[in-house]
């Protein structure tokens, strides 16, 4: 470890850090994207007669240092502005980033290092980095940092803002322990307490009861794999006897999980879609690349309109006729635009463009946006590729999701990281990185691949019942790699295949490409790539080179999976409420199973509110925050939309009033 230089204190140049600037900010810009993600810090001092409380005020775009005295109920407030901040932040350490620096003021306040002089009204926050990380990549340093602060007079506001203040401390409280009366009777011991002890003790538990049915287990297995062994016996299977099972198909599907046509249970050759519409999306496309109808694969199923058909607002509209139409049509040209996109609502509009087939044949959000984009990108013409192959391996993929198996890993989940994905792309720094057309074309396809055939069970249920899929990908991220072989293994078929005019090489890329992508939902691999890019940032160089653009795959498609998150509250709860269903199914089949322990936050303990409601802020704090805060510096016009989605989200758990309604709405 470096050694550490000599504690320094530093009054930071200009104004007393307590006024305002005169300089304004640009909202979502700056310290105000990551003020977002770090809005609500608490804290007691050493002592125990002072508390410290930071927010951030979105109406004014500022952060907010309030400092309560317990003594005599006095009140210090400092505001400051983004211009102050980045003196404070300056004055820590040159060069030192937003998330560096309010990891450090989080710290500080968490350790207590802070010192308040009630006579002058200042502030000494002490600031210690004891070693080189991913975050903080500077030598180990203590600063110390002097805010001046305004004594609040008014007794009035100070008793609100206490009391609004024991608030959030309670709600906080009850989500812990589920009793505000007797968690505020234990305020002062549980502030008092170690997590980090107390997950321990909660790790050696889990260890100890999964040791203890080791043996339990094992017994299970092999007698399901002595069932299934009789099963494919009394088939007239035998050992070694490959040729008889050549002779029967229904064994090989049972015995090597062969792929077959997901349209055919239906009776259609695809699903029914408004034939008007696709040309439409397609049209502005074929007239940019001069692709005719007479000359081109992409244009063997539909003729795109002429140029001076879609020269004019007014032609289009004309074209498109029908309202149900033109609510689809201004739905899907602002998806990569606005972040004002709703997965349910595009689902049913799509439904309604054909009211007279059955709801099981109409093509849905997934299968338009798919094909929207795929020409809005211009990705596609990567690839010679046939519009009737690609009809029917967008109405397959999407006749392979399956809502009573996997309630949220559905083709609603599908359109929403699809949208998110083509938002995302479309709002990137340019100068930061620019993807080429294949790496584009390799997201959007993963993004149509994200949850297929999902049966409602993940990796880990996989892995501990040696499922025949465990077996089959090595136990190596097993649900995501499924998902990527299952829509290859469509393609094979010869009416579903995309990659028929393709030449080798280019294949294998989208292949391996596409598998990566998918794959990178992994837990595992998520935090080393969150990690390796904070590295790559480090550097103030365009992302070109074959392994950044990696991590920039990788990260956006991760962040269109946790999109969800940062959506308005009512396609919030929607999705909330899909995935508790799922994982409440999930906890009922690991009991089935004979699994002991069951997985965190699934099974009967998802009755309780409140535990769901802890399961749900984890799921938002430290899966999708920290890749909303790296995808920011690919686009930073989107920090402010994500951050503000996910706090405004997380608030619905951190008021007790909104959390139970919230609860007995999910419930």
Excluded at 297 to 326: V, W, Y
Excluded at 446 to 451: F, I
Excluded at 563 to 584: H, I, P, S, W, Y
Aim: glycine share 4%.
């Amino acid at each position: 470890m470096p050694p550490t230089t000599p504690s320094s204190t530093i009054v930071p140049p200009s104004s007393p850090l307590g006024a305002r600037s005169q300089t304004s900010s640009l909202p979502g810009t700056g310290m105000f994207a990551y003020a977002h993600m770090f809005s609500r810090i608490y804290s007691r001092f050493a002592d125990g007669r002072f508390l410290a409380n930071v927010t951030f005020e979105e109406n004014s775009n500022e952060l907010r240092l309030e400092i309560f005295d317990g003594a005599n109920s006095g009140r210090y407030v400092g505001l400051f502005d983004e211009v102050s901040a980045e003196n404070m932040k300056n004055a820590c350490r040159t060069g030192l980033s937003w998330v560096s620096f309010f990891e450090l003021i989080s710290k500080a306040f968490g350790e207590g290092t802070l010192d308040f002089n009630v006579s002058t009204c200042q502030l000494k926050i002490t600031l210690r980095h004891e070693r080189q990380s991913d975050i903080i990549p500077h030598p180990s340093f203590t600063s110390s940092l002097v805010v001046l602060l305004n004594q609040e007079i008014d007794v009035a506001a100070h008793d609100v803002a206490l009391r609004h203040l024991c608030d959030h401390l309670l709600s906080h409280a009850a989500l812990r322990g589920g009793d505000s009366a007797k968690e505020a009777a234990r305020m002062d011991d549980i502030g008092q307490e170690s997590d980090a002890t107390v997950w321990y003790a909660e790790q050696i538990q889990t260890e100890v009861a999964v040791l203890e049915e080791q043996c339990h287990r094992a017994e299970s297995q092999i007698a399901e794999c002595a069932t299934l062994v009789q099963s494919l016996k009394g088939q007239g299977v035998q050992h070694a006897d490959v040729a008889q099972m050549l002779e029967n198909p229904e064994i090989i599907d049972k015995a090597t999980c062969r792929i077959t046509d997901p349209l055919r249970p239906l009776g259609i050759e695809c699903k029914v879609y408004d034939e008007v519409l696709l040309r439409l999306l397609k049209s502005s496309f074929c007239r940019k690349y001069r692709i005719e109808a007479s000359n081109h694969h992409l244009c063997d199923k539909h003729a795109p309109f002429s140029p001076n058909e879609i020269a004019t607002e007014e032609g289009i509209q004309s074209l498109l006729g029908t309202s149900q139409r033109r609510a689809v049509w201004e739905a899907l040209t602002n998806a990569p635009k606005s972040w004002q996109f709703c997965p349910f609502t595009l689902q049913s509009l799509c439904e309604a463009l054909v009211p007279t087939a059955k709801a099981e044949h109409k093509a849905g959000g997934l299968f338009y946006l798919a094909y929207f984009l795929l020409f809005h990108t211009a990705s596609i013409s990567q690839l010679n590729v046939s519009e009737a192959a690609l009809i029917r391996f967008l109405s397959a993929i999407e006749a392979s999701y399956h809502p009573k198996l996997a309630p949220f890993h559905t083709s609603i989940h599908a359109i929403d990281i699809l949208q998110a994905v083509g938002f995302i792309l479309s709002s990137m720094d340019s100068k930061r990185c620019k993807l080429p057309p294949i790496d584009i074309l390799s997201l959007l396809v993963a993004s149509v691949l994200a949850c297929v055939n999902h049966d409602g069970k993940d990796s880990n249920y996989h892995m501990r019942t040696n499922s025949m899929l465990s077996a089959t990908f090595a136990e190596k991220a097993v649900v995501p790699s499924m998902h990527a072989a299952y829509g290859f293994a469509i393609m094979k078929l010869p009416q579903y295949n995309l990659l028929e005019y393709v030449e080798p090489g280019r294949r294998n890329l989208l292949r391996s490409l596409v598998g990566d992508i998918i794959r990178t939902t992994d837990s595992a691999q998520s935090d080393a790539l969150l990690t390796a890019f904070r590295i790559r940032m480090q550097y103030d160089a365009p992302l070109t080179d074959e392994d950044s653009r990696e991590l920039v795959r990788s990260l956006v498609y991760l962040t269109g999976k946790e999109a969800f998150c940062a959506r308005n509250k009512d396609t919030f709860r929607q999705m909330v409420a899909l995935g508790r269903e799922e994982l409440v199914a999930l906890g009922v089949a690991e009991q089935k199973a004979g699994l002991s322990p069951l997985s965190a936050f699934r099974g009967p303990v998802l009755q309780n509110p409140v535990e769901f409601a802890k399961y749900i802020l984890f799921r938002l704090n430290f899966c999708a925050m920290p890749v909303f805060t790296a995808v920011s510096e690919l686009a930073p016009s989107v920090a402010h939309v994500l951050a503000v989605g996910v706090v405004s989200n997380s608030a619905l758990y951190h008021n007790a009033e909104e959390r139970t309604a919230l609860g007995e709405a999910i419930g």
